[in-house]
Nanobody, 124 residues
Framework: QVQLVESGGGLVQAGESLRLSCAAS????????MGWFRQAPGKEREFVAA????????YYADSVKGRFTISRDNAKNTVYLQMNMLKPEDTAVYYC?????????????????WGQGTQVTVSS
């Protein structure tokens, strides 16, 4: 049974930083990709970033490129999302998720397992 547990959300002011963590368990993830998505009130869930578990290849949404960095610690089975220069429009619930490598990166439907989410609120 795959489990994903996010942590690290909170309330910050615009321009500040947060680091989200996603602890994964339940299987070997070498043939999977880990992704971060977010969902703001009244909006659809959207892709933020992803990383190949073995390759370390990264992908970013244009809206966060240059501000967010995704990374992983294979020994700890944990994926991180370092978020710098946060903006009010980054306010959302952030979810981590797992997809098999052969599936396309940015589509919500391609991710099989999801965490419970962590709230990020950025005040102006």
């Amino acid at each position: 049974q795959v489990q994903l547990v996010e942590s690290g959300g909170g309330l910050v002011q615009a321009g500040e930083s947060l680091r989200l963590s996603c602890a994964a368990s339940g299987r070997t993830f070498s043939r999977y990709r880990m992704g971060w998505f977010r969902q703001a009130p009244g909006k659809e869930r959207e892709f933020v970033a992803a990383i190949g578990w073995s390759s370390g290849i990264t992908y970013y949404a244009d809206s966060v490129k240059g501000r967010f960095t995704i990374s992983r610690d294979n020994a700890k089975n944990t994926v991180y999302l370092q978020m710098n220069m946060l903006k009010p429009e980054d306010t959302a619930v952030y979810y981590c998720a797992v997809a098999q490598l052969f599936r396309t990166v940015r589509e919500v439907k391609n991710y099989d397992y999801w965490g419970q989410g962590t709230q990020v609120t950025v005040s102006s």
